[in-house]
């Protein structure tokens, strides 16, 4: 039995993104607001006064995992900081320019109406890593504390399956799971209320809401996975604050996928490409989608003569409202990507996520002060939600991803119905909305069966992708520009709960898929003693949660590793 430390604080957000550290700034705001009131007689009820407030991050500093493209609305941040830009936020650019191209294999075509919904001239390029670390620091200023390399490993709940805190990850235990000299238990932070941001597929919010049934009359969540890189290019190459975003090659019309090309200061830019993981052919590999969209020729003209500087890949939560959990219980509450919340259709979730913070604060304020953290005062985070822009915003695209599952064309259909109606037209769409990506995979044509990890780029699909390392780069290379660092005497944090299936039904069915879905190399089948092993490089995982989340058997369970380790996405 490991003795434990138990910190108690009033309200702890786990994860340091967007959603948690506007919420955080926020409640601090509107707590002194509320004291300030209610001395003045002006509101009735109870002061709250000084609250402990904790954020657990498990990267090494506020943005170490931190990825976004990004272009973000600031809608948000103008309502948490009016000044943001006198106050130092790091925006990179202003958006002076949007284009819209259609790219078949050969051609590219500079459409001559960008869709509204993907116009951003007057919004923010910037990078998202770089803004959390500059909102951490305003955190801090305020008084929040913030831990860093502090992997929240648990949900504590009480008797009653009420949300009381969580425990964070034990450090220095070895690869066969004994513990070292440095060993230090994980602590219990215990807290009124909890409150989960930690992006797409958050680990502990996956142990929540399954055991608390969260999903229940809820559409299946999709994701999408980005892969992107940032480039220096010569000057002339591609201006400062013009804003691409493409669709067609490489993707086929059955897999929803789109680029993106944002020119920042100092002839940076960011490139990536979003690839749907509710694709079909489970021979895709969202990487290589991401390569072989560099190779067209009007993506490469903007890349010639550059040089690549840093690469990541994360996933989105791309279904919206109607995919969003019950973002409330007892003692808790889900924001940001973990509750769903981005706009699928403009491709954006950091105003939202934002926003959803900022709300989850003001449901907070009320239930402390009424002391009553139940569900009887959090329920009403979803009211504020559904009273709210973000209901104005992601009510009227709630079909938008659905409507991508049946195809590009009668996606684009609907999608122009939907923006003309807010949403009401879906006659294109299967009558189930957002199937789960990992029911939508198919079995191998011709039953091909197994294959060995690079196999897929001999297809048709990828052959012509170079892997130069000059324009496209292999996996391995793309990693080490992630920075990427785990203690290798640790625990493995993918989790596969049967390695026979990989070995017999997932080779026969799929030709093991985890090889070709992860975005960093992690997962190889090996030949070994005359049988095929999964071999599991967890030291490279840049944490985008794509494996939890395609495995077609819902077998690989990632969990958080030891604090400090993975990705470091500084600038990104
Ligand atoms: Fe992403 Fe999973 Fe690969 Fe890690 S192991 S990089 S979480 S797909």
């Not at 009510?395 to 009668?410: D, I, K, M, T």
Request: with cysteine; hydrophobic share 35%.
């Amino acid at each position: 039995m490991i003795e434990r430390e138990q910190i108690e604080m009033d309200v702890v957000f786990v994860g340091a993104g967007p959603a948690n550290l506007a919420g955080a700034l926020w409640l601090k705001k509107k707590i002194s607001e509320h004291d300030e009131y209610v001395e003045r007689g002006i509101k009735p009820g109870n002061k709250i006064g000084e609250i402990e407030i904790g954020i657990v991050e498990k990267g090494s500093f506020v943005g170490a995992h931190i990825l976004s493209g990004a272009v973000m609305d600031p809608i948000a941040i103008r309502e948490l900081m009016p000044d943001f830009l006198e106050q130092g936020c790091p925006v990179d650019s202003v958006v002076t320019e949007d284009a819209f191209w259609y790219l078949t294999s050969k051609r590219g075509i500079d459409a001559p109406i960008v869709p509204p919904p993907l116009k951003n001239k007057g919004k923010y390029i910037l990078s998202l890593s770089k803004m959390c670390e500059w909102l951490g620091e305003k955190c801090e200023e305020a008084g929040i504390n913030i831990f860093p390399e502090f992997p929240a490993s648990e949900v504590l709940y009480d008797e009653n399956d009420r949300v009381i805190g969580i425990r964070t990850g034990d450090k220095g235990i070895d690869k066969e799971g004994h513990r070292k000299d440095n060993f230090e238990p994980g602590v219990d932070l215990l807290a009124k209320v909890t409150v989960l941001g930690e992006g797409s597929r958050g680990s502990l919010a996956k142990q929540l809401v399954s055991r608390l049934g969260l999903m229940e009359g809820k559409e299946s969540q999709v994701f999408s996975i980005g892969v992107k890189e940032l480039w220096e290019v010569p000057e002339g190459n591609f201006d400062q604050g013009k804003v691409v975003h493409t669709l067609g090659f490489p993707s086929d019309t059955q897999t929803y996928g789109g680029g993106w090309i944002y020119g920042m200061k100092d002839n940076v830019i960011s490139i990536g490409y979003v690839t749907g993981l509710d694709y079909k052919d489970p021979n895709i590999d969202p990487h290589a989608e991401f390569q072989k969209f560099k190779t067209h020729p009007k993506v490469a003209e903007v890349l010639k003569g550059g040089k690549m500087i840093k690469y990541g890949a994360k996933t989105i939560n791309a279904g919206g409202y109607w995919t969003m959990p019950k973002l409330y219980a007892d003692g808790v509450l889900l924001v940001g990507d973990t509750g769903s919340f981005l706009n699928g259709q403009r491709i954006k979730g950091i105003h939202t996520a934002m926003k959803s913070g900022m709300l989850a604060a003001e449901t907070i304020v009320d239930a402390l002060a009424h002391d009553d953290t139940s569900t009887h005062h959090l329920r009403h985070f979803e009211e504020k939600v559904n009273l709210s822009w973000i209901y104005d915003e992601l009510h009227p695209v709630r079909n938008f991803h659905a409507s991508f599952q049946s195809g590009r064309w009668s996606a684009l259909i609907n999608s122009g119905l939907q923006f003309l109606t807010k949403g009401l037209a879906w006659g294109f769409l299967p009558k189930e909305h957002h199937i789960a990506g990992h029911e939508r995979m198919e079995h191998q044509a011709n039953g091909s069966g197994a294959m060995l990890p690079n196999d897929h780029l001999k297809l048709d699909r990828y052959k012509k992708v170079p892997f130069d390392k000059t324009l496209t780069f292999d996996k391995i290379t793309d990693v080490y520009h992630a920075g990427v660092g785990h203690d290798e005497d640790q625990p493995s944090h993918l989790h596969v709960l049967d390695t026979e299936i990989c070995a017999t039904r997932c080779a026969e069915e799929y030709g093991n898929p985890c090889q070709r879905f992860c975005p960093a190399s992690v997962y190889e089948m090996e030949e070994r003693n005359g049988r095929r092993e999964l071999k599991v490089n967890f030291s490279n995982c840049v944490h985008c949660k794509t494996c939890d989340i395609s495995d077609p058997y819902q077998i690989i369970n990632w969990v958080t590793p030891e604090g400090g380790g993975g990705p470091n996405y500084k600038g990104m």
